[in-house]
C-alpha cells in the first residue's frame, strides 16, 4: 500500500490546475488556508490534513470530469494548493 505522497504523486490533473496551484503554493499559509478549506477549527496534523485535501479533490476532480455545474475551478485550484502546501510539510517533517 502507498504512503500519502505516493498517492499525491500518481495523481494527473490537468496542466493549468497544477500550474496555478503551485503559485498558489509558494505562498502557502497554513492557519488560514487550512481553516477556509477544511472547516476546523483545530488544525489537524499534515498527513491528516493531506488524507481529508485528497478526499474534497477527489469530490472536486469527479465534478470537473462530469461537467457538473456545480464545480467551481478558484476551489479545486485552492485545495489543490494546500494538498501542496501539506506535502511540502510533511516532506520537511521526514528529513
Same mark, same amino acid.
Given at each position: 500500500?502507498?504512503? &500519502? #505522497? =505516493?498517492?499525491?504523486?500518481?495523481? !494527473?490533473?490537468?496542466?493549468? +490546475?497544477? /500550474?496555478?496551484?503551485? *503559485?498558489? $503554493?509558494?505562498?502557502?499559509?497554513?492557519?488560514?488556508?487550512?481553516?477556509? &478549506? #477544511? =472547516?476546523?477549527?483545530?488544525?489537524? !496534523?499534515?498527513?491528516?490534513? +493531506?488524507? /481529508?485535501?485528497?478526499? *474534497?479533490? $477527489?469530490?472536486?476532480?469527479?465534478?470537473?470530469?462530469?461537467?457538473?455545474?456545480?464545480?467551481?475551478?478558484?476551489?479545486?485550484?485552492?485545495?489543490?494548493?494546500?494538498?501542496?502546501?501539506?506535502?511540502?510539510?510533511?516532506?520537511?517533517?521526514?528529513?
Amino acid at each position: 500500500m502507498k504512503d &500519502v #505522497l =505516493g498517492l499525491l504523486e500518481d495523481l !494527473r490533473r490537468p496542466r493549468l +490546475l497544477i /500550474s496555478a496551484a503551485r *503559485i498558489g $503554493a509558494q505562498e502557502y499559509r497554513r492557519s488560514p488556508c487550512l481553516r477556509r &478549506v #477544511l =472547516g476546523h477549527a483545530t488544525l489537524p !496534523r499534515p498527513g491528516q490534513a +493531506l488524507m /481529508s485535501l485528497m478526499e *474534497i479533490e $477527489a469530490e472536486l476532480d469527479e465534478r470537473r470530469r462530469g461537467q457538473d455545474a456545480t464545480y467551481a475551478v478558484s476551489r479545486h485550484v485552492e485545495v489543490l494548493t494546500a494538498m501542496m502546501g501539506e506535502a511540502r510539510l510533511l516532506r520537511e517533517a521526514a528529513r
